[in-house]
């Protein structure tokens, strides 16, 4: 079946803008993260959303950042104002939400470039 | 708070040599998982391995083999006979666990090792 689609593939802004970033999750996938990527780093995680309940912010680096998600659909993240250091790769995993663990699997990722 | 700690940056090896790359992770729960992910070129994570911290029990898949020690908190990944296209970044991760409804399982990765295998 289909993975998970994140869009655009690739995004160049201008220092200031607002970017919204779009990711498809798996469908039947109740759990979705964001994640941050920079050059040559490993990945930093961002939220988590699961069905209805309150998101888990607590990896969004600064109040620049937002994001939704409607139901156990697509989620978009937000950045407002953006700043040269968001520059990243942004990516986008969802999971079934099984007991005792979450086997997450990933998409492809957006590469934001803020110049 | 939990770390996952990738001390090798970069590996660079000759086709068909074995190499090894060392994952050290910190966490005060007792109960976690370890994984592996492979990112090619290409970008995308692909998932290698995932291991619970109620089992030791080392792991092979063809030419892959993990090492998993608790008393040294390690997580080792070896790959056999490499070849070209195992060249990737190379990412260990620790998931915290997620046995509420609300726990999310977020993935805390390490640095990646680049891994570079010449012909």
């Known amino acids: 079946g289909a993975g998970v689609s994140q869009s655009p593939s690739n995004k160049v802004t201008e220092k200031g803008k607002d970017v919204e970033l779009r990711c498809d999750p798996i469908s039947g996938h109740t759990a979705l993260y964001w994640y941050r990527q920079r050059l040559g780093q490993g990945l930093e995680f961002l939220i988590y959303?699961?069905?209805?309940?309150?998101?888990?912010k607590s990896g969004l680096p600064s109040d620049r950042f937002s994001a939704e998600r409607t139901g156990e659909s697509v989620s978009t993240l937000t950045i407002q104002r953006t700043q040269q250091e968001d520059s990243a790769v942004y990516l986008c995993?969802?999971?079934?939400?099984?007991?005792?663990?979450?086997?997450?699997?990933f998409g492809p990722g957006t590469r934001l470039t803020v110049l | 708070a939990q770390k996952v700690t990738q001390a090798q940056t970069e590996i660079s090896v000759v086709e068909k040599e074995d190499v090894t790359l060392d994952c050290v992770y910190e966490?005060?729960?007792?109960?976690?998982?370890l994984f592996w992910y492979k990112q090619p070129p290409s970008g995308e994570l692909v998932f290698l391995i995932r291991r619970n911290s109620f089992d030791e029990q080392n792991e092979i898949s063809g030419r892959y083999s993990w090492n998993f020690q608790k008393s040294t908190s390690s997580f080792n990944f070896t790959i056999t006979a490499s070849q070209v296209v195992d060249s990737a970044v190379y990412f260990c991760?620790?998931?915290?666990?997620?046995?509420?409804?609300?726990?999310?399982?977020?993935?805390?990765f390490g640095q990646g090792t680049e891994l570079s295998v010449k012909p």
């Open positions: 966490t005060r729960d007792t109960t976690y998982y």
């Open positions: 995993a969802s999971s079934l939400r099984e007991e005792g663990y979450t086997e997450q699997f």
């Open positions: 959303f699961q069905g209805n309940s309150a998101p888990d």
């Open positions: 991760a620790l998931s915290e666990p997620a046995f509420t409804y609300n726990q999310g399982g977020k993935l805390i």
